[in-house]
């Protein structure tokens, strides 16, 4: 069975809204681009590895072939409403969850990475894209499954995995269809209060120290809760952090959300 069609059937799709790539430079960058060629909600773009994966504020990802989960997805339809989660917490427990169901748990340094221990297993970059059909989104996954080459010496102590092997995990394919599917479902939910409560649980972020810049200098403050919408609640001015914020966390280094 081709790639593709295993990927549809797992993630609930038509098989023709599932492109599979061997190699591309950024599954964000081209699903990007397509849609506003107008491609269709639902979209899924997938690869066994980027040449150029993309992190947060244009940022390089480490995407090696084999050993991840490299996909990106079209959101059209059913966008969380203001004043509710946004997309990018949302992705982040849909991943969680998928991860779950194989005997892996990742807990969520905010708002948009995924942590094994200390080290970062999985990166989420949302888009959003003005197109002629109207306002959607991409959201961007990348997944490290197992070693299946070394990183680069930069990276060594902050890479991590969500197996060591890949007989100790589901197929690249079956987890490919699952994280969509568990994409697709999560967007839809309507209980925020539930989604906000499982976001908080699954934090690691919450009771620890954060730094971030406010008016370009760095401040120091205490993260104490998430809101509503995913913004990080801390104990000093301005007492609410959004994703624009450039936010430092002493497990893990300098996230930029």
């Known amino acids: ?13 038509a098989p023709s809204l599932v492109q599979w790539l061997d190699v591309t430079e950024s599954t964000n960058a081209l ?69 779950l169901r194989c005997g892996v748990e990742l807990r969520i340094k905010w708002v948009n990475d995924l942590y094994r221990a200390d080290r970062k297993a999985c990166g989420i970059l949302t888009q959003g894209v003005g197109t002629p059909l109207g306002f959607c989104a991409v959201v961007g996954v990348g997944l490290n499954l197992y070693p299946a080459c070394p990183p680069p010496p930069s990276l060594a102590d902050i890479v991590g995995y969500c197996a060591e092997r890949a007989e100790e995990l589901p197929s690249r394919t079956s987890m490919l269809g699952e994280i969509a599917a568990a994409l697709l479902c999560a967007v839809r939910e309507k209980n925020n209060d539930a989604l906000c409560d499982e976001y908080r649980a699954a934090s690691c972020t919450i009771g620890g120290e954060v730094q971030y810049m406010q008016e370009g200098r760095a ?7 998430i809101d509503s919408t995913g913004a990080l609640c801390v ?12 936010l430092i966390v002493p497990q893990g280094g300098e996230t930029s959300i």
């Open 1 to 13: 069975m081709e790639a593709a069609t295993a990927i549809a059937l797992r993630a609930g799709l």
């Open 219 to 225: 401040c120091r403050a205490r993260a104490v809760d």
């Open 31 to 99: 699903l990007c681009a397509q849609a506003k060629d107008g491609a269709p909600h639902g979209t899924l773009l997938a690869a066994g590895a980027q040449s150029a994966g993309r992190g947060t504020n244009g940022r390089s990802f480490f995407c090696p072939p084999d050993g991840g989960v490299y996909m990106s997805l079209l959101l059209r339809e059913n966008l969380p409403p203001a004043g509710t989660l946004a997309l990018t917490p949302r992705a982040a427990l849909a991943v969680r969850r998928v991860l």
């Open 235 to 246: 104990d000093r001015p301005p007492f609410l952090l959004h994703a624009s914020n450039r």
